[in-house]
Nanobody
Framework: QVQLVESGGGLVQAGGSLRLSCAAS????????MGWFRQTPGKEREFVAT????????DYADSVKGRFTISRGIAKNTVFLQMNRLKPEDTAVYYC?????????????????WGQGTQVTVSS
């Protein structure tokens, strides 16, 4: 069973930066895409960014393009989300997700495993 563990959330002022990390452990498959989503109370989980196994293909939500960068670690089982120029509207619980054997995807239902989430709060 694959497990995902996020870290790096916290409280930051508007304009600041945070770096989220997600590590996959347990039984992993030969290749998988990974993604980041976020959710606020009363709203559906929202796509943020995704990256394929090689790290060469990425996609971002329009709301974060130019501010957030997704990347994979050398060991491939770790994914990062560098968040710069944060805004109060970025406040949410951020979830890491894994898509077994597939390319990048922007819909939550296409992902197979989820982390427990990490809170990001941006103050104005």
């Amino acid at each position: 069973q694959v497990q995902l563990v996020e870290s790096g959330g916290g409280l930051v002022q508007a304009g600041g930066s945070l770096r989220l990390s997600c590590a996959a452990s347990g039984r992993t498959f030969s290749s998988y895409a990974m993604g980041w989503f976020r959710q606020t109370p009363g709203k559906e989980r929202e796509f943020v960014a995704t990256i394929d196994w090689s790290g060469g293909n990425t996609d971002y939500a329009d709301s974060v393009k130019g501010r957030f960068t997704i990347s994979r670690g050398i060991a491939k089982n770790t994914v990062f989300l560098q968040m710069n120029r944060l805004k109060p509207e970025d406040t949410a619980v951020y979830y890491c997700a894994l898509r077994l054997g597939g390319p990048t995807a922007t819909m939550a239902k296409e992902y197979d495993r989820w982390g427990q989430g990490t809170q990001v709060t941006v103050s104005s």
